[in-house]
C-alpha cells in the first residue's frame, strides 16, 4: 500500500514563525503535491513537484515555498506565518505512469495565532 | 478557468437510503474526473476515477456517471450506512492539475 506521512497531524505557531511540513512518501513517486484546505474553498494547490529538485507553482503560492532535496520528501515552507495560513494542509503524490491517481496524507492541521 | 461545483453541500439520510451526490464543472475539456472521501480530520482517499472515454465506473455499492457534454458527474451511493458518513469531493484532471469541488457532507443515521 502506498503511505504518505506527514510530520505532524496537528501545529500551533505564532504570526511571523517559519514554519516547516514535512511530507514522506514511500512508493518512489517522482510527483509531489502541496494543498490547503479550507472551508467552503476546497482544496487548492500551492506547489507541486515532478522530480528531485524541481518546482512549480500551483494556484495559491503566495507566502509558501518548497524544498525537495530528496525524491520521497516534500517540504512546505511557511517563511513568516500569518494568521490566514491557518488551515488544513494535505499533501500527495503520484507516479508519473499514473499522475491522476494521488495517494494523500492525513493532513496537518495549521493554526497561527 | 476551470470550476467544479458540488450541490448539496451537505445531506443528512437515514440508514438504508439509496442517494446522490452531484459534481458538476464549467469546462468539458477534462482528462478524467475523481470521487474522493474525506473522513474527518483526514487525508483523502480514492474512491472511482472515471477517464474522459468512459460513461460509468462501479464499486461495491457505488456508482459514478460522467456526462462531459452536460459538464456533470453523480456519485450514487446505494443502501446507504452509518459507516458512509463523510466528506466526498470530486475532481476533475485538467492538464497537469487536479481541480478540486467544495464537497458534500454527508451524515448517514441509523
Known amino acids: 500500500d502506498v503511505k504518505v506521512t506527514q510530520s505532524s497531524r496537528y501545529l500551533v505557531k505564532r504570526t511571523g514563525e517559519k514554519v516547516f511540513l514535512e511530507c514522506v512518501q514511500d512508493?518512489?513517486?517522482?510527483?509531489m503535491f502541496w494543498y490547503r484546505q479550507d472551508p467552503g474553498l476546497g482544496l487548492r494547490l500551492i506547489y507541486f513537484?515532478?522530480?528531485?529538485?524541481?518546482?512549480e507553482k500551483g494556484d495559491i503560492p503566495e507566502g509558501y515555498s518548497v524544498s525537495r532535496e530528496k525524491k520521497e520528501r516534500f517540504s512546505l515552507i511557511l517563511e513568516s506565518a500569518s494568521t490566514n495560513q491557518t488551515s488544513m494542509y494535505l499533501c500527495?503524490?503520484?507516479?508519473?505512469?499514473?499522475?491522476?491517481?494521488?495517494?494523500f496524507g492525513p493532513g496537518t492541521r495549521l493554526t497561527v495565532t | 478557468k476551470q470550476e467544479v461545483t458540488q450541490i448539496p453541500a451537505a445531506l443528512s439520510v437515514p440508514e438504508g437510503e439509496n442517494l446522490v451526490l452531484n459534481c458538476s464543472f464549467t469546462?468539458?475539456?477534462?482528462?478524467?474526473l475523481q470521487w474522493f472521501r474525506q473522513d474527518p480530520g483526514k487525508g483523502l482517499t480514492s474512491l472511482l476515477l472515471?477517464?474522459?472515454?468512459?460513461r460509468e465506473q462501479t464499486s461495491g455499492r457505488l456508482n459514478a456517471s460522467l456526462d462531459k457534454s452536460s459538464g456533470r458527474s453523480t456519485l450514487y451511493i446505494a443502501a446507504s450506512q452509518p459507516g458512509d458518513s463523510a466528506t466526498y469531493l470530486c475532481?476533475?484532471?485538467?492538464?497537469?492539475?487536479?481541480?478540486f469541488g467544495t464537497g458534500t457532507r454527508l451524515q448517514v443515521f441509523p
Open positions: 472515471i477517464q474522459s472515454s468512459q
Open positions: 469546462d468539458s475539456a477534462i482528462y478524467n
Open positions: 475532481a476533475v484532471k485538467d492538464t497537469d492539475k487536479l481541480i
Open positions: 513537484s515532478y522530480d528531485v529538485k524541481m518546482k
Open positions: 512508493m518512489d513517486h517522482e510527483n
Open positions: 500527495a503524490s503520484s507516479s508519473r505512469l499514473t499522475p491522476y491517481e494521488q495517494y
